[in-house]
């Protein structure tokens, strides 16, 4: 009796120790070594299509497929393959992840024939850094050319408003050159420049003007370079010391033509130095320091900020309050417009700032481009009217105004 | 012909840009990274004659011992200093084997940038938080409605933006709360305020690039 | 008061800030009573300004130097509800697949790491325990040091250090590329033509994880960690509007107000503005880090600054009334 419970005792034992081999999953495990057990593949998308991409270079094809009845069960990725011919030898364009039934081939080349298929990829990874693969292939289509387009008509909204625009701003230059009286209203800021400076000959101190951190690339830095040859011109009539300090050196090296021009053409170009135009540097922050140090020292009446600013803004503005100048400012960045609204005495709010130039030469062809970029914004307002009125009746023209 | 040129260089550039944004055809879809590229070697030269004209102007003031000479001779000695480290790592780099870069970490030029340049730029980074404070302490003042309207936009928005506004009006139903009012403020009015600066800024841009572009705008050019 | 006095305020407190024991926090009592000070100071000046002492912008910074310092060693801790921009952002993250490609941009320096770093860590954590694979680059020189120092910090968390993250394999750093914008454009064609290396110097082909990753297409979702110009405008202008890429951002609060055009009109799917984005998608991953700290000094600063708000429309009445008394 006590041997029969020790065996039945034992049997148990051994049977309870080997349970974990009967209680294998299907689940995808880690390999050991070489141990490479036979791998499902999971079936090809059933379908496949390619085509030329729309209003490029030529240099893509869009391929798109049915995804594959073992897309949820089995599949890791999908494979793109290309080839030159459908017989191939074919390399892998590109992949997605399981879920994704769309890839655009950007590695093509205009003019030559391409064959595509989709490989469905199960794959297992081994702790040995190799992989077991199951694939399954949709069958080969081809032969795709992809074709450079002349016009990208996606942007074909974009070329009607620009045409619009252009057309605009022509017909009220010639308008202004054939004589008529055109009207821009004031500004208070740019009719605050001629002060600024008088308040600074008055004191005998510096006017400063900042042009940004912005490079020549930028329009907004042209629009300041516009108006820092104005405030030459006034400062080297009233012979008030101009100081412009500059964070690009191409910047540095037009401002300084554009002052030597203005200072030569009041008559006084024994007046100008090279220095007054100076080069600081390109870090934003060491920039806004070199600043406040030469503001706080200088203490400087009259101060521009006029181009591309960022943080630094804010900074350069108090700055400049604390040490008791007048400040205009403009920019084109309309996160910085607040805080130069908040520190200065005036501030130019976005496209004052490229009006500037045409307001204070009051020449007629900039006064008409002026006019023709207002009838421009009046056509863009009744457009966001129309299509607001015409969304709330449900029918949704957004499109037309897409760009890409 | 010395303002001629520029003109004429200006109008090609211009209109070969304007044509590279609509048409995707080769040559047209070449012309953005040529010009990218030119754009970017001539800053990269150009950058020279900033750096000369910065180095000219210290010794000026130096030898002429102007009131701010002490501030030239920091600029000379920190300006040397970084260049004189990077130099130093660069040519003790490429005898490594691999090569390496004179940014690495550890080398005397990464030294400098994290332990001298990255502190000094975060310094006046927070100087922000100072002026901001000082500036609203200034700016946000009732003296008119549209100052008030501002005002109370700011109250809403700074007190709404922090986890102290869900703190005293968490008892108010969602769409009472201060929270629910700051991101009112944000999606609605200032983004419709910001679109129209954007546009304004837009039309700005086109007209002022059409001006450079058929030589109507000289001013940057002629002072 | 006295000029020299302010120095004397300054150099007091930083001997005893660096005296003090750390790391040093209050109990909440000490916390209470800490505000309560803070709170009768502002009382204080206000009751003065009503009598006519007008007070100088050193005061305010004082003031917001000592709203931004005390709340680092008080036990607060606020609760933060995630809002809608960052919850979008949040989703389209979680809901990528483990194995998803994300591209990583970080367009920022240090300046701004206060803002945008802990949201880079946290998102970093987030892909790493959720088996992203990560492409780091930037068009910022210093955001791919930043996105260096991100990861760093993230691998030494257990959780993730378990996982035997490898370089090349589950995350890569291809470093900073100069030319802005024209980058991104470029990047539509081909990855390898603007980064043909990595930081490292390795070969794009050779790295396993770039192994099939020619363009935009082959990525499932852009994160951008921006603080200025090269930014999410610019990733929204061409990668999005160009290439169909799904774009996410984390901006500075600066930025934040002008990129929300982008984000109502769905070209942006989601946007972590600010210390409060960042708190918020610290919340929302539940990678609890340094915004949360943070968020209590800019919960302070701000009140501190409607009350100088208060007080500086106080001044602004008490001078109204004294112009009309002497008109009167």
Redesign the interface.
């Known amino acids: 009796m006590d041997r029969l419970k020790a065996l039945l005792f034992l049997t148990s034992v051994i049977i309870l120790l080997c349970l974990p081999a009967f209680s294998q999953t299907d689940a995808p495990t880690r390999l050991v070594g070489d141990a490479k057990p036979a791998i499902e593949s999971p079936a090809g998308p059933p379908s496949v299509e390619a085509k030329d991409t729309k209003n490029d270079d030529g240099s893509a094809i869009d391929v798109s497929w049915q995804l594959s009845p073992d897309d949820q069960r089995l599949v890791t990725k999908y494979q793109v393959l290309r080839s030159k011919s459908s017989t191939g030898p074919f390399e892998v364009a590109g992949e997605t992840t399981k879920g994704q039934h769309t890839y655009t081939d950007n590695g093509v080349k205009v003019g030559e024939s391409y064959f595509y298929k989709i490989a469905a990829v199960y794959e297992i990874k081994s702790t040995d850094s190799t992989s077991v693969t199951g694939k399954g292939e949709s069958q080969v289509i081809g032969p795709i050319k992809p074709i450079a387009q002349w016009f990208n008509m996606r942007r074909l909204n974009v070329l009607i408003w620009l045409l619009v625009t252009c057309a605009a701003i022509l017909f009220y230059i010639m308008q202004a050159k054939s004589g008529k009286e055109l009207y821009v209203r004031k500004i208070a800021g740019i009719d605050a420049v001629d002060d600024a400076i008088g308040r600074a000959t008055e004191m005998g101190r510096k006017v400063f003007f900042v042009p940004g951190i912005q490079d020549m690339d930028d329009v907004a830095t042209i629009a300041a370079i516009t108006i820092l040859g104005r405030v030459a011109r006034i400062c080297a009539t009233n012979e008030t010391m101009l100081d412009v300090p500059v964070s690009r050196s191409l910047v540095m090296v037009t401002a300084r033509e554009s002052v030597r021009e203005a200072y030569g053409k009041v008559g006084r170009p024994d007046a100008f130095k090279e220095d007054q135009v100076h080069y600081v540097t390109d870090d934003q922050f060491g920039y806004a320091a070199a600043i406040d140090g030469m503001v706080m020292r200088d203490k400087p009446a009259a101060m521009f900020y006029m181009g591309g600013f960022f943080a630094e803004a804010l900074i350069l503005a108090e700055t400049g309050n604390n040490a008791g100048a007048i400040q205009i400012a403009g920019t084109n960045q309309p996160a910085q417009i607040p805080f130069f609204v908040a520190a200065c005495d005036y501030t130019l709010i976005g496209e004052e700032l490229f009006a500037a130039s045409a307001y204070l030469e009051r020449e007629p062809r900039l006064l008409g481009s002026l006019k023709g970029q207002d009838f421009a914004k009046g056509l863009f307002l009744l457009a966001i009217f129309l299509l607001l009125i015409l969304a709330m009746f449900g029918y949704n023209w957004v499109s037309i105004m897409d760009v890409s | 012909m010395k303002r001629e040129i520029p003109l004429i260089i200006t109008f090609v550039a211009g209109v070969a840009f304007?044509l590279q944004?609509?048409?995707?055809?080769?040559p047209f879809?070449r012309f953005?990274?040529i010009f990218?590229d030119w754009?970017?070697i001539?800053?990269a030269f150009?950058?020279?004659?900033?750096?000369l004209?910065?180095m000219?102007?210290c010794l000026?003031n130096i030898s002429k011992k102007s009131?701010?000479w002490p501030?030239s001779l920091l600029i000379i000695v920190s300006f040397l200093a970084i260049v004189i480290a990077g130099a130093i790592d660069g040519f003790h780099g490429l005898n490594n084997v691999?090569?390496t870069s004179f940014r690495d970490p550890g080398t005397n030029f990464d030294w400098l940038y994290q332990k001298v340049y990255?502190p000094?730029?975060?310094t006046?980074?927070?100087?922000?938080?100072?002026?901001?404070?000082?500036?609203?302490?200034?700016?946000?003042?009732?003296?008119n409605t549209a100052a008030t309207l501002l005002?109370f936009s700011?109250?809403f928005v700074?007190?709404g933006?922090?986890?102290?506004g869900?703190?005293l009006s968490?008892w108010l139903p969602e769409r009472m709360q201060l929270?629910h009012w700051a991101?009112w403020l944000?999606?609605f009015p200032?983004?419709a305020g910001?679109?129209?600066?954007?546009?304004?800024?837009a039309?700005?841009?086109?007209?002022?690039?059409?001006?450079?572009i058929l030589g109507?705008?000289r001013?940057?050019?002629?002072? | 008061m006295k000029k020299y006095y302010y120095w004397i305020i300054l150099a007091a407190l930083i001997i005893v800030l660096i005296l003090l024991p750390k790391p040093l926090i209050v109990s909440p009592t000490v916390s209470t009573i800490i505000t309560v000070l803070l709170g009768l100071a502002l009382a204080g000046v206000l009751v003065l300004t009503l009598r006519g002492h007008m007070i100088g912008r050193r005061t305010v910074f004082l003031f917001i130097g000592v709203s931004l310092t005390l709340p680092f060693f008080m036990n607060y801790r606020m609760p933060i509800k995630v809002s809608p921009e960052v919850q979008t952002l949040y989703d389209a993250i979680a809901k990528l697949p483990p194995g998803s490609k994300v591209l990583a941009a970080f367009d920022y320096d240090p300046p701004s790491a206060p803002e945008l770093q802990p949201q880079a860590e946290a998102f970093m954590a987030f892909a790493f325990k959720h088996n992203l694979k990560v492409i780091i680059m930037g068009l910022w020189p210093q955001g791919p040091q930043q996105a260096d120092m991100a990861v760093t910090k993230v691998l030494q968390e257990p959780e993730i250090r378990a996982k035997n993250l490898r370089y090349g394999v589950d995350y890569v750093n291809l470093g900073f590329q100069s030319g802005n914008e024209f980058v991104i454009q470029r990047m539509g064609t081909s990855f390898s033509g603007m980064f043909p290396r990595d930081i490292y110097n390795t070969d794009y082909d050779k790295i396993p994880l770039l192994n099939g990753v020619e363009n935009f297409s082959n990525i499932d979702f852009v994160f951008n960690l921006s603080s200025g110009q090269p930014g999410t405008v610019e990733w929204v202008q061409i990668a999005v509007d160009r290439y169909g890429v799904k774009l996410g951002a984390g901006n500075t609060a600066v930025q934040a107000p002008s990129v929300y055009p982008y984000l109502s009109s769905r070209r942006l799917t989601g946007l972590a503005g600010g210390m409060t984005g960042a708190a918020e998608f610290e919340q929302a991953t539940k990678e609890i880090g340094k915004a949360n700290t943070y968020i209590l000094s800019q919960s302070f600063s701000h009140m501190v600054v409607i009350a100088f708000i208060i007080i500086g429309n106080a001044a602004l009445f008490v001078g109204y009334r004294k112009s009309k008394q002497k008109g009167a």
């Open positions: 304007v944004y609509f048409i995707p055809h080769y879809n953005e990274n990218s754009f970017s001539v800053g150009a950058i020279w004659l900033g750096a004209s910065l000219k102007l000026l009131s701010d501030i691999p090569a990255t000094l730029s975060s006046m980074f927070a100087i922000l938080a100072f002026f901001v404070a000082s500036a609203s302490y200034r700016a946000f003042r009732a003296r005002l700011a109250f700074m007190i933006r922090v986890p102290v869900d703190y968490g929270s991101n944000m999606a200032n983004t910001q679109r129209a600066v954007m546009i304004g800024i039309l700005g841009t086109v007209s002022t690039s059409l001006r450079i109507i705008e001013s940057h050019l002629e002072g």
